[in-house]
């Protein structure tokens, strides 16, 4: 069964940045939307980012201007650049795929921890 690894988690200053990583333990075909969420001890998980298989994005108000998603189609990866971290961006970070194939089909990664503080 095919796995999402996240990477690039850790511990920031504010202000600083980061870079998180998530690729397939095996080859998926067909991925529509490649996604960031987040979720913070107490909070539910929410959608960080988001890139459709033809390069459009969308972004949580919260991360605009400070968050970019991209992806790579032929080595099914994607990555969040996080800039101008603030302590709110305190969260585990999960990715997610979805393939359209007559039923949506999802693929979660474990998560990986940031940590914003001074």
């Known amino acids: 069964q095919v796995q999402l690894v996240e990477s690039g988690g850790g511990l920031v200053q504010p202000g600083g940045s980061l870079r998180l990583s998530c690729a397939a333990s095996?080859?998926?075909?067909?991925?529509?939307?490649m996604e960031w969420y987040r979720q913070a001890p107490g909070k539910q998980r929410e959608l960080v980012a988001v890139?459709?298989?033809?390069?459009?994005?969308n972004y949580a108000d919260s991360v605009k201007g400070r968050f970019t998603i991209s992806r790579d189609n032929a080595k099914n990866t994607v990555a969040l650049q996080m800039s101008s971290l603030k302590p709110e961006d305190t969260a585990v970070y999960y990715c997610?795929?979805?393939?359209?194939?007559?039923?949506?089909?999802?693929?979660w990664g474990q998560g990986t921890q940031v940590t914003v503080s001074s």
């Open positions: 997610k795929f979805t393939r359209w194939v007559g039923t949506v089909i999802e693929y």
């Open positions: 095996g080859r998926i075909f067909g991925i529509n939307n």
């Open positions: 890139i459709t298989s033809g390069g459009s994005t």
